[in-house]
């Protein structure tokens, strides 16, 4: 069964500290892989996407992912966490025509 | 990026009143899909569509309705509100041959 998981239900870090946040996932397809996150009362904006090619992407805001096979992971980092980076954050895999999987969301808080 | 809209952003209505959640998108994507979530939960789709006449229901049973007569319009209708569909609708787009989804600023319904 296709399943996303993410460890972590809430996070809280220091404001320039650095971020991980940890994401797991079960495909049967080559899977396209996608960071979410969606501020309070809002919709979902992406940060960034893997299809293929370098397993390092960069996306908005100064986000990164790793995407590893052997592990099926692909975790969000950022080195240095600002306050408005607090909210919430989904993982979601795919594949060409096919439905998102998205995973339950990591909430963010960040300490001033 | 894709423009996509949803209206009302907030609704509050008292139990047994019709409903129709509006959704529209201006780049001509094929696919649309409709998402429950609860506040600080995870995304549940309820129902998708292929294109002009297609609809199909999700992985989450919901009472609501869809309907698909044109590309860029996707409603959902409730035809008698219960306080159990108290949650927030996302509503999202995407192009079956390309690979992120888009998703709009969400509704957030509230019945009484």
């Known amino acids: 069964a296709q399943s996303v998981t993410q460890p972590d239900i809430h996070i809280t870090v220091s404001e320039g500290a650095s971020l991980e946040l940890r994401c797991n996932y079960s495909y049967g397809a080559t899977p396209y892989l996608f960071w979410y996150v969606q501020s309070p009362g809002q919709g979902l904006q992406l940060l960034l996407k893997y299809f293929s090619g370098d397993t390092l992407v960069q996306g908005i805001k100064g986000f990164e992912a790793e995407f590893k096979r052997s592990q099926s992971s692909f975790n969000l980092r950022k080195p240095s966490v600002h306050w408005s980076d607090a909210a919430e954050y989904f993982c979601a895999v795919g594949s060409y025509g096919q439905n998102f999987v998205f995973g339950p969301g990591t909430r963010l808080s960040v300490l001033p | 990026e894709a423009d996509i809209y949803q209206t009302p952003r907030y609704l509050v209505i008292g139990t047994g009143k019709k409903i129709t959640l509006e959704c529209s998108q201006t780049?001509?994507?094929?696919?649309m899909y409709w998402y429950q979530q609860d506040p600080g939960m995870e995304l549940h789709l309820i129902h998708y569509?292929?294109?002009?006449?297609?609809?199909e229901k999700g992985d989450l049973s919901s009472e609501s309705t869809v309907s698909r007569i044109r590309t860029e319009h996707f409603p959902l209708t409730l035809e008698s509100a219960r306080p159990s569909h108290t949650s927030q609708y996302l509503c999202a787009s995407r192009w079956t041959s390309g690979y992120e989804q888009y998703f709009g600023p969400g509704t957030r319904l509230t019945v009484t």
């Open positions: 780049m001509g994507h094929d696919k």
């Open positions: 569509s292929y294109g002009v006449n297609s609809t």
